[in-house]
């Protein structure tokens, strides 16, 4: 560590030790400056914008799904195909056999 770092934990313990609770009293007292800046206006345009941001990527989300159950759908009609394909050599393989 530098000099100059352990001054400022230095400094930061200094005024713990002598400020702590009063301090503490203090910053309970006050609300924090942004949280006062921000309008009600302006945080409801964040929810909003919040709010579209998660819209969209539900509807990702959803259009993912679809092309994928209809690609499973495919498939699954692809190996009914095949299985009737086995079963009739199948068969042909029995008559040919007896």
Known sequence: MSL???????????????????LLKLLQKFPNI???SESPSIRLL???????IMHRALEQKKETFQRRMETLNLR????????????????KFEQFIQ
């Open 4 to 22: 100059g770092i352990m001054e400022e934990e230095d400094l930061a313990e200094y005024f713990r030790l002598q400020y702590g609770e009063r």
């Open 34 to 36: 942004d949280e006062q």
């Open 46 to 52: 964040e929810k909003k914008k919040e709010a579209k």
């Open 76 to 91: 699954w009609e692809e190996l009914g195909i095949k299985e009737a394909q086995l079963k009739a050599h199948i068969q």
